[in-house]
């Protein structure tokens, strides 16, 4: 191995083990700051309590942002792992999205299914309702404290502000409760834009558990995969190879002249 592989394989090995410290205390952090900022939100603090509050919350966005810079200055190459890690970007920039990384918490979730695509299934099944529990609880607190005291806003309580987080996530709108300020329906964008993906990840999932149930019974019918393919081609060629072993050695010259072993 040459001297940048060797470093970039150290650091490599660095990075994995910096992310096995810290996921636990990441989570931790994170359900913190969820903590602390409905906390803030819901009963409208003011005075010590609220500074305690945003104590904690600009606590939480020092260990995300000190996190992501020794994220970037482990990995190598790192315009490549900041391309694929866009998100962990947009967690320090947007402190409301950090409790989307309780999300992570979810990888625990060992589902034991007779089938692959059970399994896959499954554990789409259970981020998707992750993410959508975690988006509509951060959705709400994030449109009341926006719209809470404005001219005109509707929303100013945390009930109103759940309902119509549940209603917007379904892309249900029944407009009897909506964001006026600019930042309650920027709120309202990204909670809209995440509900298409959560229905359509349940969507994808029903289907193809339907059409699991309705091929049971009918395995004949199914086309190979390509690993199955790929696997019978290999039993045959070990077959052939085996059977033309034992003709050359029953053909080769002196095979039939041995004395008996008797």
Do not use: K
Request: hydrophobic share 50%.
């Amino acid at each position: 191995m040459t001297a940048p592989d060797a470093g970039t394989g150290r650091q490599r090995m660095a990075l994995d083990r910096w992310r096995t410290v810290t996921y636990w205390p990441l989570i931790a952090v994170s359900v913190a700051f969820i903590v602390a900022y409905s906390w803030q939100v819901i009963a409208d603090l003011q005075g010590p309590a609220y500074l305690v509050a945003r104590c904690v919350e600009v606590f939480t966005w020092m260990v995300f942002f000190a996190d992501y810079l020794v994220r970037l200055t482990l990995a190598q190459p790192r315009g490549v792992w900041f391309r694929r890690h866009l998100f962990e970007l947009t967690v320090v920039v947007l402190p409301a999205l950090r409790p989307l990384r309780l999300l992570r918490a979810l990888t625990l979730v060992h589902v034991l299914q007779r089938t692959a695509g059970t399994a896959l299934r499954s554990r789409l099944v259970i981020y998707g309702a992750g993410a959508a529990a975690v988006l509509i609880w951060i959705a709400a607190l994030a449109v009341l404290e926006s719209e809470r005291g404005h001219a005109g806003a509707n929303i100013e309580n945390f009930g109103d502000a759940l309902w119509w987080a549940f209603v917007t996530i379904t892309t249900v709108g029944y407009g009897d409760h909506y964001p006026v300020t600019v930042w309650g329906r920027l709120v309202a964008v990204l909670l809209m834009c995440g509900g298409v993906a959560v229905v359509g990840v349940v969507t994808a999932t029903l289907a193809s558990w339907v059409i699991e149930r309705a091929a049971q019974g009918h395995d004949d019918d199914e086309p190979a995969t390509r690993a199955q393919v790929r696997e019978l081609a290999a039993q045959v060629t070990d077959a052939a190879r085996r059977l033309s072993a034992a003709t050359d050695a029953s053909t080769s010259p002196g095979a039939h002249d041995r004395p008996d072993a008797g």
